[in-house]
């Protein structure tokens, strides 16, 4: 694994207005809340990983904050500007989302889909420019996919292609980078990769917040931790000094151990079996006579035998 890269631009945004601000936020669909008087406070230049249970509301506080939900009360500022009283071009220029299974047209070249992510950017007085094309080359250069631009996204293998659409993203050009489960059905190296280049876009000084199932990656890769469970924030910090066994406990019902990783002690988590001294919790029924007399008293005859 490698240090997190860090840039001046980061660490000076850092000291400015926050990149992600969101108050008593509540969102849900009729008759049933999902997110409820959730508040954050996030840094330019970092990035936050949302963990919790399935269910618990990550998404849709994802897509409240993209302003592809409307909330039921509450606000969100990204980069000081207040979302929801933005127009939905005027939001795009601020907040990205990458969804978690997003869907491509089809034969699409890698380029073709890089330049969607200027589309926010163009309009009747402004048609494609040198300066969206600058944008696009940026972006496959920082995700390493320049020498892709010009197969097609469906005959790439799943990182390749997650790695595209993070070119995308960062084509859109916004302050605030939003990732829903970016490393989902990738291998360990490929989720490696993503993760890697994740912290690569934080240090530009971009506000990035990814859903993470993996409670450990989110540790190691994450300046913040933001626990969710019933569409509650119930714990949010340093990765150090939020992950620990009672965390894990009341996330998942799951006893685990935490451990530190060599080099930067991030927290790693090592759930326990559910075993006693070596054995299964509940013992098997005792066996019955025919189970334990040999196979070849026990077996049905076969048809040569009969």
Do not use: F
Request: include cysteine; proline fraction near 8%.
């Amino acid at each position: 694994m490698h240090d997190h890269p860090t840039t001046a631009a980061a660490t000076d945004a850092r000291d400015t207005v926050p990149g992600l601000e969101v108050r008593a936020l509540h969102a849900g669909y009729p008759g049933r809340p999902v997110v409820q008087d959730v508040d954050l406070t996030l840094p330019a230049g970092q990035v936050a990983a949302i963990v919790g249970p399935n269910g618990c509301g990550k998404s849709t506080l994802l897509r409240a904050i993209a302003r592809l939900h409307r909330p039921e009360s509450g606000t969100v500022h990204a980069d000081g500007a207040d979302i929801w009283s933005l127009g939905r071009r005027q939001a795009a220029h601020r907040v990205a989302l990458l969804p978690q299974s997003p869907r491509a047209p089809e034969a699409v070249t890698v380029a073709g889909l890089v330049r969607y992510g200027r589309h926010p950017h163009q309009g009747l007085l402004r048609q494609w420019s040198r300066e969206d094309e600058q944008a696009v080359r940026d972006a496959l250069e920082a995700t390493g996919t320049a020498d892709l631009a010009a197969e097609r996204l469906d005959r790439l293998s799943g990182g390749q292609r997650q790695r595209c659409w993070l070119a995308m993203v960062l084509a859109q050009h916004t302050p605030v980078v939003l990732l829903d489960e970016p490393t989902s059905a990738l291998d360990l190296g490929h989720a490696v990769d993503v993760l890697e280049l994740v912290r690569e876009v934080a240090a530009t000084g971009r506000t990035v917040v990814m859903v993470q199932h993996d409670l450990a990656a989110a540790a190691r890769y994450a300046d913040t931790v933001i626990a969710m469970k019933n569409g509650r924030v119930i714990a949010q910090g340093v990765p150090r000094d939020t992950v620990d066994e009672a965390l894990v406990k009341e996330l998942y019902a799951l006893d685990a151990d935490i451990l530190q990783a060599p080099g930067d002690a991030s927290p790693v988590v090592v759930p326990r079996a559910r075993r006693k001294d070596g054995q299964p919790a509940s013992e098997p029924p005792s066996p019955s006579p025919a189970d334990s007399a040999p196979p070849s008293l026990t077996a049905a005859p076969s048809a040569a035998t009969e």
